[in-house]
């Protein structure tokens, strides 16, 4: 569904029919939950949040000019509820009972084929160890990683999205990675 195709349904929906908006939440959902997974590390709450930032998206759908692609529009959104969460989160010191740091969970999912178990062992070790330190990374340069390495937004779309200049972007991006990869490299990863 291309960005004509997203604006034609937010017309029908902004005219009364409120099933146009599924075809957006089909084409955006899995996006918004990766993004918000790995802000929070929680299956449950990812979800949960997911839902609130559609349904905050479609009680603001007026406010929605057509300046930018809807999905630029939608990432604001969605960048700006999980800071307001997590502000509020923190706010009230919340501790979960029911994740710790030996929980190996993951969202990105691939058919292994090779026959040494210990292997598997080695890869699941350094997935765990790479998301850790992906989460460890300063705000600003976690969340401009996770746009564009995780959910390929290009440069333009990180700027409109996050409202900074187009080179602070790449600054921020290039910043970022090295980074994580120093961070990698100390824990003997690369």
């Known amino acids: 569904m291309s960005n004509t195709e997203d604006i034609k349904n937010i017309e029908k929906v902004l ?18 939950f990766r993004y918000v997974y790995s802000k929070f590390n929680n299956y449950d709450e990812a979800l949960d949040i997911t839902q609130d930032i559609f349904i905050m998206a479609i009680e603001a759908l007026k406010s929605f000019r057509g300046e930018s692609k809807f999905s630029t529009w939608l990432y604001s959104i969605m960048i700006n509820y999980c800071k307001n969460y997590r502000k509020k989160q923190n706010r009230f010191s919340l501790v979960s009972m029911n994740s710790s740091r030996d929980e190996d969970e993951y969202d990105i999912q691939y058919p292994d084929e090779r026959e040494r178990p210990e292997d598997e062992v080695i890869m699941n070790d350094s997935l765990r160890i790479m998301k850790e330190e992906i989460q460890n990374l300063p705000d600003d340069y976690r969340d401009i990683l996770i746009l564009r390495d995780i959910d390929g937004l290009s440069y333009n779309d990180i700027s409109d999205t996050l409202g900074i200049n187009l080179s602070n972007v790449k600054v921020r991006i290039h910043r970022g990675r090295e980074l994580l990869k120093n961070r990698l490299y100390e824990r003997g990863l690369i």
């Open 15 to 32: 005219a009364g029919d409120i099933e146009a908006f599924t075809p957006i939440i089909k084409k955006y959902q899995d996006m918004v």
